[in-house]
């Protein structure tokens, strides 16, 4: 219990691979810098998303080692350290447009306090297909891709068509009226005619890379048992049930 009103969970990197981070929009400067301080000093690490300058100032008076990036409002301290089958891989992180950069630089800037390398591809939306053709090749290379998109979503499905890597699409508020603040990007994406898109809720780019950040580690801990995977193919059954 932090001061009565925060009961973090300092346990979560254990369980799920990923720490328990600070969502500092609706919180006050002086609860954000609490929180942000224990976790610097019961794990040497720390992050906070949604963090406005208000939030920042507190956190640098109590920890001024921290860092503060207003493009994608993420406080970060240290850094965490990733199995070393992990850090092989990389994440695209794409977006449709300039506009979406703020979202993407969330998702790309908490991937890199996570230690996981990150390549950024960005404003190479469908309205000129040429664009996201043009580093084709290197977003194959992925072994995860973060598409950004608002407007009507369409990046993802189009990436989707391209890659074979999963697909990670977070939908943005960015567009006119009739986008309603996302949600048009957000049905687009969930309705993509390209199986086996993940989608994340609208603005979430930290939802994106804690999502990335899962995949990599079930792929780093399938290919740490790649040389027994071998032997137990070699005994299983293929006989009909009686």
């Known amino acids: 219990m932090t001061d009565g009103f925060a009961n973090l969970d300092h346990d979560r990197l254990a369980r799920q691979g990923f720490p328990e981070v600070v969502f500092a929009e609706g919180k006050t400067p002086e609860q954000v810098a609490t929180i942000f301080a224990t976790f610097v000093e019961t794990a040497g690490h720390a992050l906070a ?10 956190v640098l008076d109590a920890v001024p080692t921290a860092a503060y990036d207003a493009g994608s409002r ?5 850094q965490l350290s990733p199995p070393a089958a992990v850090v092989q891989h990389r994440v695209a992180v794409v977006c449709a447009g300039t506009s979406d950069i703020g979202v993407a630089e969330e998702c790309a800037g908490t991937l890199g306090w ?16 040429e664009r ?4 084709e090749e290197q977003l194959r290379a992925a072994s995860v891709c973060v598409a950004v998109a608002g407007m009507e979503g369409a990046l993802p499905t189009v990436l989707g068509g391209r890659v074979s890597a999963p697909v ?3 939908p943005t508020s960015v567009g006119y009226g009739a986008s ?7 049905l687009g994406m969930l309705t993509s005619c390209v199986p086996g898109v993940t989608v994340v809720n609208i603005d979430n780019g ?18 740490d048992a790649g040389s027994d995977a071998g032997a137990g193919a070699a005994g299983v059954s293929h006989a009909r049930p009686s």
């Open 49 to 58: 998303t949604r963090a406005s300058p208000d939030h920042a100032n507190a």
């Open 74 to 78: 993420l406080l970060t301290f240290g």
């Open 114 to 129: 996570a230690g996981i390398p990150v390549e950024r591809f960005y404003d190479i939306g469908v309205a000129r297909l």
């Open 132 to 135: 996201l053709l043009d580093v």
């Open 168 to 170: 990670v699409a977070v």
């Open 180 to 186: 309603f603040g996302g949600v048009s990007a957000l």
């Open 206 to 223: 930290f939802g994106a890379a804690a999502a990335a950040n899962r995949m990599l580690r079930l792929a780093a801990g399938s290919e």
